[in-house]
């Protein structure tokens, strides 16, 4: 006799996907916001007192 499959929970799935991905993206602002106060980043130009030429 066939049983149907038992269905499983959408909205859990969808909740560990959407706290995944801003987990992912905070470490990376974190790690870029340290790499910017230490100074060795190389990957940005930034001023940090602006110039008259601009």
Request: aromatic residues 12%.
């Amino acid at each position: 006799m066939a049983v149907p499959k038992k269905r499983t929970s959408k909205s859990k799935s969808r909740k560990a996907n959407w706290r995944y991905k801003a987990f992912s993206v905070s470490q990376k602002s974190l790690s870029l916001a340290k790499s910017l106060l230490s100074g060795k980043s190389r990957n940005f130009i930034y001023y940090k007192d602006m110039p008259d030429d601009i």
